[in-house]
């Protein structure tokens, strides 16, 4: 994992009792003290402190949890829930995108076609995959290895991970919007199953681009949104750092997404995020990808490709007619 | 000219009587409403296009009396209960007083030059034509209506908004539910062409708008993913003159023609005669 530690004031009860176990740890190591009860019971009470804490996450303490560099990124994953990657570069036309990693491996007895928007750990890395922002490129290079996908009925996995697709000046010239709506369009169609799962960040038409998909799961502390909380905020209040306010607005959160009918499952996070036990995070995920894929394998393809539709097709939220029906995806608490 | 005597007089007394008079966007200067009323609300002097309300769109496009509203009374839901310091709702109901219209899309059918077909529209003055439920659902049902009946669709797209960020993620999965119709509506063969007027950007863009078989643009509308803004304030420099212009995308090869308002009609019917021969 990466070195920078972030500071969240929610976590400070739980670094504060971690740094204390440290302490006694070394302590009782230096001068050979049983000091083991102690430490049992501090790691006790730090549970006991995620627990609670890690109940009652708002909005935005769950954007920053999604936004942790020490969390597992697509690259974390190819070990701990993939075998036997085989790296695909490029798109065929322009280049070969940093922010999306794309290849063959394995899991659980499947072949699948991997296509995960990475991050980087280092800064050195963070700078090659753009921050994870990918450029039209990257969704090209996203539906070139979909399409590969296809052509062998192997099943597509995504990772989605990225704060959004890149606003810049190369991006608007090679028609990251035609592109994004392109990927869109295919996904629709692409006839072999797409699962996909939002590992951190979802940031918008950046996110969606590859999640067009049978299953849209996504970790617990994981967010997907419209726009970014600090883009809502400033377009609210012209103040970029109410940001937390404004993530409470959006409805980013996975169990709000699920209500609203967007996501389809939850999976959870080992006590205190993704980030304190990646592996027992790579296990929960691979056992949810296993079980999605082999429902997704058991269905005729025509048959997945209408359910698919109509999962997209009832999404939303209206009134209809002068009865006023309501016509709704999810049931929202309370109804609207 | 008149015109110009009107101007010289009106310029003088400094006030624009705001009932006869309009200020060019474009260029600034004072016209004379009716005169851009006669030219398709077009600057006869540096050819800005005015934003047209859906009505004087349908007027300058359709065939007189072959348009038919359709799904008029979908209306939408604070899902969210989105409450900024102005609530979703608010923002709506003085939405609707101002356009008169329940959303920011229409959608029906008509006729262009005897050709039927199905045509959409979103209206950049209902919350800067930006995407919800409402205008989501419209669209996927006019790709499904002329996909049912085997009709062209013709899309006149205008929103600064992209997707509605008042309803959050569920705007964001209209991207994907539009294209999915759009998907179904291609592969049975059916015709799509995508108009993009000023401005039409983000979710809107990256979804139905750019799915086009054929794609027009009128004159120097602003066409993009990501805003103006906020790109300047990521790479922190300033953008070079003309950037996310119609013209733009022609240069670089992502649209098929950037055709003049008082064309438009004309080139939608060649188009559609080469594109759909039976219906002729
Ligand atoms: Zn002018």
């Known amino acids: 994992m990466g070195d920078t530690s972030v500071d969240r004031d929610f976590e400070k009860p739980i670094l504060e009792i971690e740094k204390r176990i440290e302490e006694l740890e070394a302590f009782s190591q230096k001068a050979g003290v049983d000091l083991s009860s102690e430490i049992e019971k501090l790691r006790a009470r730090a549970n006991e402190q995620k627990r609670e804490i890690f109940a009652r996450l708002n909005a935005w303490q769950r954007v920053l949890l999604a936004r942790d560099p020490n969390r597992p990124d697509s690259t974390d994953y190819l070990t701990l829930v993939f075998e036997d990657f085989l790296e695909l570069h490029g798109d065929r036309a322009v280049g070969d995108d940093g922010a999306m990693l794309t290849g063959l491996c394995r899991v659980g007895g499947f072949r699948v076609m991997l296509v995960a928007q990475r991050k980087g750990k280092s800064t050195k890395e963070r700078v090659a995959c753009n921050f994870g922002s990918p450029h039209p490129e990257g969704y090209r290079k996203a539906m070139e290895k979909m399409r590969l996908a296809e052509k062998f009925r192997i099943p597509v996995v995504t990772l989605v991970n990225t704060p959004g697709a890149y606003p810049g000046i190369g991006a608007e010239e090679r028609g990251q919007a035609f592109i994004i709506a392109k990927n869109l369009l295919e996904m629709s169609r692409l006839r072999t199953p797409i699962l996909s799962v939002v590992i951190g960040e979802g940031g918008s038409g950046g996110a969606l681009g590859i999640c067009v998909a049978d299953r849209l799961m996504i970790l617990q502390n994981a967010y997907l949104s419209v726009i970014s909380p600090e883009g809502c905020a400033a377009i609210l209040w012209r103040d970029a750092s109410k940001a937390p306010q404004a993530a409470e607005l959006l409805r980013l959160t996975p169990n709000e997404l699920k209500e609203l009918g967007v996501v389809d499952d939850i999976l959870p996070e080992p006590l205190g995020g993704a980030h304190r036990n990646p592996k027992e995070m790579g296990d929960t995920l691979k056992a949810a990808l296993v079980r999605a894929l082999d429902e997704a394998v058991a269905l005729p393809l025509d048959q997945l490709l209408e359910k698919r539709y109509e999962k997209y097709r009832r999404i939303g939220y209206f009134l209809e007619s002068e009865q006023r029906r309501l016509v709704a995806s999810g049931a929202p608490p309370g109804g609207p | ?280």
């Open chain 2, 1 to 280: 000219m008149a015109f110009e005597k009107i101007k010289k007089f009106i310029s003088r007394k400094k006030q624009i009587p705001g009932d006869l008079w309009t200020q060019c966007p474009g260029c600034s200067k004072t016209l004379f409403k009716r005169e851009v009323e006669d030219r398709k609300k077009v600057c006869p002097d540096c050819q800005y296009h005015f934003t047209l309300t859906p009505l004087e769109r349908i007027d300058q496009l359709l065939d007189p009396g072959s348009w038919t509203e359709l799904w008029a009374d979908l209306e939408s839901v604070d899902a969210l209960k989105f409450e900024g310091d102005v609530s979703y709702l608010k923002k709506l109901a003085s939405a609707m007083k101002e356009t008169g219209q329940k959303d920011a899309c229409l959608v029906g059918t008509g006729k262009i030059e005897g050709h039927e077909l199905v045509f959409g529209q979103t209206d950049s003055r209902f919350m800067m034509g930006s995407m919800g439920s409402v205008v989501g659902e419209k669209v996927a049902r006019g790709f499904e209506l002329a996909t049912e009946k085997k009709l062209p669709l013709v899309f006149v797209s205008g929103s600064g908004g992209g997707a509605r960020m008042f309803e959050g993620c569920l705007s964001l999965m209209q991207m994907a539910k539009t294209s999915a119709a759009i998907a179904r509506h291609a592969e049975a063969g059916g015709l799509f062409i995508s108009i993009l007027t000023n401005p039409t950007m983000g979710g809107v863009m990256a979804s139905f708008a750019a799915l086009g078989d054929v794609i027009l643009a009128e004159p120097r509308a602003l066409i993009g993913f990501a805003g103006p803004r906020v790109i300047e304030q990521t790479i922190k420099q300033s953008l070079p003159k003309g950037f996310q212009t119609s013209e733009f995308l022609l240069a670089h090869g992502f649209i098929d023609r950037v055709v003049d308002r008082s064309c438009l009609r004309v080139e939608l019917a060649k188009l559609l005669d080469y594109l759909v021969p039976c219906s002729a």
